[in-house]
């Protein structure tokens, strides 16, 4: 029974099907609050500015001014789908763990 348990439950084996740390990042998603693009477009001004990236809503009220490619390029997609601009910039690894402390929500379907 115990072997049975540390089979399913398994983080280290890199075959496992839904590993729980996957599952968690998947839960942590779904349980955030959902925004429709209309609702998203009224954060636009540089006192509450959000950003949509990959499905995802970021608000970057107070990071626009951290931004390393300047606030002024990054706070022209505020209230926007902005991904297009995130990917084709080829944000680094550090971008995107920084984003991860940013999120407030997931786009409405
Ligand atoms: C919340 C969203 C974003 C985060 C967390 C972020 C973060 C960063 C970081 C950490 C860098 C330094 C380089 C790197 O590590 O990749 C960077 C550079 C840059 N970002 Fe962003 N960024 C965001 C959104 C955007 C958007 C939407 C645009 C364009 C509309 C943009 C344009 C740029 C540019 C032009 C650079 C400079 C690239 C260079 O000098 O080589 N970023 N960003």
């Given at each position: 029974m115990g072997q049975e348990n540390s089979k399913s439950n398994n983080?280290?084996?890199?075959?496992?099907?839904?590993?729980p740390m996957e599952k968690n990042i998947k839960d942590q998603i779904l349980s955030l609050p959902q925004y429709t693009l209309e609702q998203v477009a009224?954060?636009?001004?540089?006192?509450d500015a959000w950003i949509i990236i990959n499905g995802l809503v970021f608000d970057i009220t107070q990071y626009q001014h951290a931004h390393p490619g300047g606030s002024k390029i990054i706070f022209a997609k505020a209230g926007q789908d902005g991904s297009d601009d995130f990917e084709a910039l080829k944000h680094s690894q550090r971008a995107k763990e920084k984003l991860k402390t940013l999120c407030v929500g997931r786009l409405a379907k």
């Open positions: 983080t280290l084996d890199p075959n496992g099907f839904q590993k009224q954060h636009n001004q540089p006192t």
